[in-house]
């Protein structure tokens, strides 16, 4: 496999016009590219376009807790798609050489979008995820990564025993806004997040070092 320039990004929130994406072979968003879609369609739609438009061979999106609109009308808006744009909801894509796997499901929060009970409810969709990915894409990280709300982790317990199962060389997610990376046990966990708590964009897409 030759050297792949990855770059990854999450929690745009419809500011994706201030950040400025280096040309790369593989482009990952790992969702909450909208903020509500207060917008309406437009908003989703001018997400579409700019993505796009980014100087990346392969565009790869996953929607995130913030997608409500685009929940309740995902066959519509999936048929808005651009071409080339390649959208991951319980699925997988192989690019490259790579099988990256992607998943929009967190765990329950007020009843946003792709919200889904802990314990079996959500271990369903993890249970999808076969054994042989590279890259695994979720909006929300796995429990004791980057999940930090006070002195809480709020991330997903089903989802890290998928990751003891699965082992893929990285999982990118975002929708805690803490951007950074850590690896443990083999596996690079990348928090993706490009704003702050304020919602300001902050930080730089992240480029992976695996691949």
């Known amino acids: 496999m030759k050297n792949l320039k990855i770059c990854a990004i999450s929690d745009t929130h419809s500011k994706h016009d201030k950040i400025i994406i280096p040309e790369c072979d593989i482009l990952i968003h790992a969702g909450d590219f909208t903020y509500f879609s207060r917008g309406g369609d437009q908003e989703i739609i001018n997400f579409f376009n700019w993505f796009y438009q980014q100087p990346a061979k392969h565009k790869i999106f996953i929607a995130g807790n913030h997608e409500v609109l685009f929940e309740s009308k995902e066959k519509f808006f999936k048929e808005l798609m651009p071409p080339g744009v390649i959208y991951l909801n319980d ?45 695994l894409v979720t909006h929300g990280p796995a429990y004791g990564y980057f999940d930090e709300v006070g002195q809480d982790h709020q991330g997903c317990e089903e989802l890290l025993f998928a990751l003891q199962r699965v082992r893929p060389k990285a999982h990118l997610f975002g929708h805690f806004h803490r951007q950074g990376k850590s690896v443990v046990n083999g596996i690079s966990f990348y928090n993706c997040a490009m704003v702050n ?12 070092e695996e691949f």
């Open 91 to 135: 699925s997988m894509a192989e690019i490259e050489g790579l099988k990256i796997w992607g998943s929009p499901i967190t765990p329950y929060f007020h009843g946003w979008a792709y919200n889904r009970q802990r314990g079996s409810a959500i271990k369903k969709h993890w249970d999808l995820i076969p054994e042989n990915i590279d890259i």
């Open 197 to 208: 708590n304020k919602y300001e964009i902050i930080n730089k897409p992240l480029l992976l």
